[in-house]
């Protein structure tokens, strides 16, 4: 007898399709958006120049001619694709240069680039871990890590953002699973931008007996006195196992590699699914990507790196001035504060955040809003985040707008500083 369910009514029944619904109806939705050109601090979008404060072009290298010669080079000499994965006919010389940078800008004995930082993640994590290990993730991690982690059958034991304490306990908890473990965090959270307490971390890594992979999509070209991310930042380059990092960031390309042991890269190479059956990405993005990473390590890489953080100063100093609940900078235990290009802005309810965005969107600023399930239920919030390249002109003109906006909407709506 046939199945009378039908896979699709999911589609056409879940949670959010009436809110999408409305939401669309209103010009509400702030998702899709159509550029239609270069990702700079100034953009043209949907008909109009919009000030770009929702991008992840962290050092503004999209725009950069060597950038972009890096690219056409590759394009030049490879053609427009290689039409195999890395593992069969995909692998250029433009790789292994590009792996060998990146190794050494790690410090790392090796590194293996995937043709997506998702696919970095989801191949390491699935391939290292297995139904008979445990897997030990913070509540705040990128969702590609969940996913690797789902991927490899292992246990899973989620620990609430960034609480040392929840880690802990997690870590007694898995000394009884009978495997493995492994704990993996963001180094820089995408969301929050706030970063994670590595030496305490590693610390209890080290007690017990687990290994440590850290993603520095949002780190990488951005922290540290070389850019290597938070654990150069923090220190705790030579006992952390294994990092992470995306090139659609501060790279300014697409791409993703993971760093560590030479044996356990090695193992990746001939064991990871989404390495070896995912086609290799087009020679312009390798191209592009390696010439970024010449650039960020590069004298002029440590002025960028100094430059988009003084700008994510100037602006978390503008919208906290202008009475915005901004998500607060994460304090070392010496009092030091570390700043990272992300600078959100918490509104709470959903549907103030997608006013708030609309109201923005159409008065010449871009920024990313986040609703749950990418944060928690009640902590809906306006991501903004900056590059080296915006000049202090453009943030004045864009605080401006956010200022006249929040004028506005409270005397409609009442305080944006009540709430959660």
Known sequence: MPTTIDVFAKAREFERLELLTSARELDLLPYFRVLEGPTLPVVEMEGKRRIMLGSNNYLGLTGDERVKQGALDALQRYGTGLTGSRFLNGTTDLHVELESELADWFGTESALVFTTGHQANL????????????????????????????????????????????LERALERAQGDGGGILVVVDGVFSMEGDVAPLEEIVDLCR????????????????????????????????????????????????????????DVLEFLRFQSRPFMFTASGV????????????????????????????????????????????????????????????????????????????ALYDAGVFVNTALHPAVPPGHALLRTSVMATHDIGTLDRALEVFGEVKRVFEAKHGSLTSGP
């Open 283 to 358: 020679p312009a993005a390798v191209g592009a990507a390696l010439a970024a990473v010449r650039i960020c390590r590069s004298d002029e890489g440590r002025e960028l790196f100094a430059r988009v953080l003084a700008n994510a100063r100037y602006l978390h100093a503008g919208l906290s001035a202008l009475g915005f609940r901004v998500v607060e900078q994460t304090r070392l235990a010496d009092g030091t504060e570390v700043v990272t290009p992300v600078v959100p802005v918490v509104v709470g309810d959903d549907w103030h955040a997608g006013l708030l965005w609309k």
């Open 207 to 262: 007690r017990f007996g687990a290994r440590l992979m850290v993603d520095e999509a949002h780190g990488l070209g951005v922290l540290g006195a070389r850019g290597a991310g938070a654990c150069e930042l923090l220190g705790v380059e030579d006992r952390v196992d294994l990092r992470m990092a995306t090139f659609s960031k501060s790279l300014a390309s697409c791409g993703g590699v993971i760093a560590g042991p030479a």
């Open 123 to 166: 191949g390491a994590l699935g391939t290292i871990l297995g139904p008979g290990d445990t897997v030990i993730a913070d509540s705040g991690d990128h969702a590609s890590i969940l996913d690797g982690c789902v991927l490899s059958r292992a246990k899973l034991r989620a620990f609430r953002h960034n609480r040392i304490d929840r």
